[in-house]
Nanobody, 115 residues
Framework: QVQLVESGGGLVQAGGSLRLSCVAS????????MAWYRQTPGKQRDLVAA???????NYQDSVKGRFTISRDNTKSTVYLQMSSLKAEDTAVYYC?????????WGQGTQVTVSS
């Protein structure tokens, strides 16, 4: 069973930085594409950043130049470094992967940016 456990959320002032971490277990992490999504109340869950098993990255336009996704296969961990945070980045952030055509999600970590 694949498990994803996020950490690193919290309260930060606008302009500040946070780093989210997601540790994966139950699968061969190095073979998995990974991603971070975020969701605010009443809205759909949106892709923030993704990284393939080969290390190719892509980002939502609103976070380009501010967020960086990376992975450490030796630690089965994917990171989201967030800088120059804005109030509109406030959301619950979820880690994602897919295995055998099934989506797996972490429990989510709250990020709150105060303006």
């Amino acid at each position: 069973q694949v498990q994803l456990v996020e950490s690193g959320g919290g309260l930060v002032q606008a302009g500040g930085s946070l780093r989210l971490s997601c540790v994966a277990s139950g699968t061969i992490f190095s073979d998995r594409d990974m991603a971070w999504y975020r969701q605010t109340p009443g809205k759909q869950r949106d892709l923030v950043a993704a990284i393939t098993s080969g290390g190719t990255t892509n980002y939502q336009d609103s976070v380009k130049g501010r967020f960086t996704i990376s992975r450490d296969n030796t630690k089965s961990t994917v990171y989201l470094q967030m800088s120059s945070l804005k109030a509109e980045d406030t959301a619950v952030y979820y880690c994602w992967t897919r295995w055998f055509n099934r989506d797996y999600w972490g429990q989510g970590t709250q990020v709150t940016v105060s303006s």
